[in-house]
């Protein structure tokens, strides 16, 4: 996710610009989603009790370049890794390291690559071993407010009408929203605008269009919605150090509605993952 200044990644003319894009690149985000969203796929089945973030970095690092795209992550803004892990109170950008999971852990998993030149960005929440209920109940709510915002997006909507959906669901829970941190405009570039910001109220923030691009990435925590950001420059953590969840799509505006270009083909979009 972008904090909220992304003027600086921007250029020249009016730094609020959206960029509509053609149909034809459609097929471009598409290729790009799904090769992040397998990438996703196959770091899940080693996530577990006593593997490192390291190890699941590299398992990305791997498929990523095994399939002729580039780690975004990677070097951006002096980002280490390819990919981003957020343990429990890790809010986002958590940095892999030689730490291991352990039991009763919720780690999100944050890959972006860049396939033919478009971005894929999409993240998912991983349970480690046996979680507790109040865990799994921030998971669900988390994936069921990002789905919800999504469901909100066509034509003629406003960024506000995704927010505030989302900040329906987390309330009607008893979680909080994350304001600090939202989602953004994606293609050719990594962060665009606009900003996503995960809040309302409906019919706030710029009006949506057909071949629009970006993600709804929500962040929601079982305490207070404050974060600050630990001496790496990167890690984002609850301020309470309650736990916090994520989950993120890429998407598109249609002419009728939205294209998830992030799902998983196995069908691992939330958890539980296992058979
Ligand atoms: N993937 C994150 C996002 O959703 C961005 C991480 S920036 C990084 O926008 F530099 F930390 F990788
Ligand atoms: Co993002
Ligand atoms: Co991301």
Not at 60 to 86: E, M, W
Not at 157 to 180: F, K, L, N, P, Y
Not at 235 to 246: I, M
Request: glycine share 10%; with cysteine; charged share 20%.
């Amino acid at each position: 996710m972008t904090d909220l200044d992304v003027s600086a990644d921007h250029g020249f003319h009016d730094p609020r610009h959206i960029n509509v894009h053609p149909s034809e690149a459609f097929a471009g985000m598409r290729a790009a989603g799904r090769l992040a969203a397998e990438c996703l796929d196959a770091v899940t089945p080693h996530v577990a009790p006593g593997v490192t973030t390291d190890a699941l970095d590299k398992v990305a690092y791997d498929f990523i370049l095994d399939h002729d795209a580039v780690p975004a992550c990677l070097n951006y803004r002096g980002y280490p890794k390819t990919v981003c892990t957020s343990v429990n109170h890790v809010v986002c950008h958590g940095i892999p390291g030689p730490k291991t999971l352990k039991d009763g852990d919720i780690v999100n998993v944050d890959v972006t690559l860049i396939l033919d030149g478009w971005h894929g960005d999409t993240s998912r929440m991983y349970p480690v071993g046996e979680i507790r209920k109040r865990a799994e109940i921030l998971i669900d709510t988390t994936f069921e407010a990002m789905m919800a915002g999504i469901a909100k997006v066509k034509p003629g909507a406003t960024i506000g009408d995704i927010g505030a959906e989302v900040e329906r669901i987390a309330h009607a829970a008893r979680c909080s929203v994350v304001e600090d941190f939202c989602g953004h405009g994606i293609g050719r570039r990594f962060h665009e605008p606009p900003n996503v910001v995960h809040l309302g109220p409906p019919g706030s923030g710029p009006k949506l269009a057909e071949g629009m691009f970006f993600t709804v990435e929500p962040m929601l925590n079982l305490g207070r919605p404050d974060v600050r950001v630990l001496a790496d420059g990167w890690t984002a953590v609850t301020r309470d150090k309650s736990l916090s969840a994520q989950f993120e799509h890429t998407v598109g505006v249609t002419a009728d509605g939205v294209e998830i270009f992030t799902l998983s083909p196995a069908g691992l979009n939330r958890p539980p993952y296992a058979a």
